[in-house]
């Protein structure tokens, strides 16, 4: 088998399906690959809408958040100044009889 002998013709022949089949196997690789470029990018698409989606979630759940914490701080806020209202008027007896028995001792003792 070896030995025999191939024309010009019959190896420009085969040369030539062999370039027809090469041709055709880039087409449908070509094709597959654009196919696959194509789910590819419907599939970023989806995630992507998908994170955007989850995105929102979490901004509104942060924002929620933000909210609670802002309306517990201006209620802890309120009563701190009612705590200190209340010292105030707690202690302001206190510091006047204080300095009554100051000026008292100061002055009207002897």
Same mark, same amino acid.
């Given at each position: 088998m070896a030995e025999e002998? !191939? *024309?010009k013709a019959h190896f420009d022949e085969y040369a030539k399906r062999m370039d027809e089949r090469f041709d055709h196997v880039i087409e449908r690789a070509d094709e597959r690959f654009y196919s696959l470029e194509k789910r590819m990018e419907e599939g970023f698409a989806h995630v992507n809408q998908r994170f955007g989606?989850?995105?929102q979630? !979490? *901004?509104?759940r942060f924002d929620d958040m933000n909210r609670s914490v802002n309306q517990r701080f201006d209620s802890l806020e309120k009563r701190f100044d009612d705590l200190r209202t209340m010292l105030v008027i707690m202690y302001t007896p206190i510091?006047?009889?204080?300095?009554?028995?100051?000026i008292k001792v100061l002055f009207f003792s002897k």
């Open positions: 002998y !191939v *024309n989606d989850l995105n979630g !979490v *901004n509104q510091a006047l009889a204080i300095l009554g028995a100051a």
